[in-house]
């Protein structure tokens, strides 16, 4: 007897989809033959790709460069680390040369910098306060290189050499970052300054916070994004477009030279956005270190404060102060920043690769 369905009538025989006597729906029809394999149609060649347990196809390779979003977090958080403590004492002749006043040291030369902080304090002089960039620097990088990476993929509209993207992209991730390195950030350069009267990391944000409050941390925050905005953009924007040049060079070579075509374009890029932006850091390094030392304190916060002050003591090369140091800084600092960071991507994507071809269970 003919099965019934309650919506589509009888149905003689669901298998024979061509059988006149059957009353089943095209679409019961279209099922029907594509459960009734033939062996002829039943190719091993097409069976499916077997996929790990945590294989997520919206993190595959097209979307993410093969890695998920913690992935590039860790990533940068190694690479943001890895650049400030190799570089932190350049920064600490940097902050030395930016801080105006009253401070034992002010100098407007590397040279003469650097001497007084060995003479007044040794060479441990030049790591006060890498505790305080140790906390900050990870968590940073971490913002900074994942945001960057996300907004890189939707603003590139499947363009990867789209360098407007690039630069949009490096924007959203500064901003992003700077509001987890700031608080930080002042407290590394207020240590970073002799005769600070704070007794370590933990004293300096307790004091703060006692004596200045919450604001305190991030009054140069405004100035941070206004100065790290271009900065990134430029950055971001030089080292893709120098890292795709660099690349095309020698197509052929350009696995094996890989890590070189980052590290030049970090410094190219480094070196390039630091000179357009050292007025600002300036006026960052002075908002920071207000108050400290005998450094100036300011009642606005204003920029156009900070400069107006840096100008009538220092003239307009006041605003340059520092400009060496920080290039000196930004462009090793981003070589190492940028090849960490892409031979940190490169270990994760082949080890997402050896979990894809089912070689680690």
Not at 67 to 76: C, P
Not at 94 to 120: D, E
Not at 239 to 249: D, W
């Amino acid at each position: 007897m003919a099965a019934k369905s309650p919506i589509l009538g009888p149905i003689q025989n669901p298998n024979l989809p061509n059988s006149p006597n059957s009353t089943a729906s095209p679409f019961l029809t279209r099922i029907s033959m594509a459960t009734d394999a033939t062996p002829k149609f039943q190719n091993p060649d097409f069976r499916p790709v077997p996929q790990p347990p945590d294989f997520n196809p919206e993190l595959s390779v097209s979307d993410h460069d093969g890695l998920r979003f913690w992935q590039f977090m860790i990533a940068g958080s190694i690479a943001g680390s890895i650049e400030h403590m190799a570089m932190f004492p350049v920064d600490t002749v940097k902050t030395h040369m930016q801080a105006l006043g009253s401070c034992p040291i002010k100098s407007v030369g590397v040279r003469q910098a650097l001497r007084s902080i060995l003479k007044s304090e040794g060479p441990a002089g030049l790591y006060r306060g890498i505790a305080a960039m140790g906390l900050g620097a990870g968590p940073a990088h971490a913002v900074y290189f994942s945001v960057y990476e996300v907004c890189k993929k939707f603003f590139s509209g499947g363009n990867p050499n789209n360098p407007t993207a690039h630069a949009v992209s490096g924007v959203c991730a500064t901003v992003a970052s700077d509001a987890v390195l700031t608080p930080m950030d002042m407290v590394k350069q207020r240590l970073q300054l002799s005769n600070n009267h704070y007794a370590g990391l933990w004293d300096c944000v307790k004091r703060v916070l006692r004596e200045e409050g919450l604001g305190a941390f991030y009054a140069s925050y405004r100035t941070t994004v206004l100065m790290n905005a271009p900065f990134t953009a430029v950055h971001f924007a030089t080292y893709e477009a120098a890292k795709r040049a660099l690349t095309e060079i020698s197509p052929d070579s350009a696995s094996d030279e890989r890590w070189v075509a980052h590290a030049t374009a970090g410094a190219v890029a480094g070196a390039l956005a630091a000179a357009v932006t050292t007025p600002l850091d300036v006026v960052k390094t002075q908002l920071q270190c207000q108050g400290v030392c005998g450094c100036d304190r300011y009642q606005s916060g204003s920029i156009r404060d900070v400069i107006r002050t840096i100008v009538e003591k220092d003239g307009y090369r006041g605003l340059l102060r520092g400009w060496v140091p920080r290039m000196l800084f930004h462009a090793p600092a981003a070589a190492i920043c940028w090849s960490t960071y892409e031979a940190s991507k490169t270990f994760f994507q082949n080890l997402n690769d050896t979990r894809k071809s089912g070689t680690v269970t």
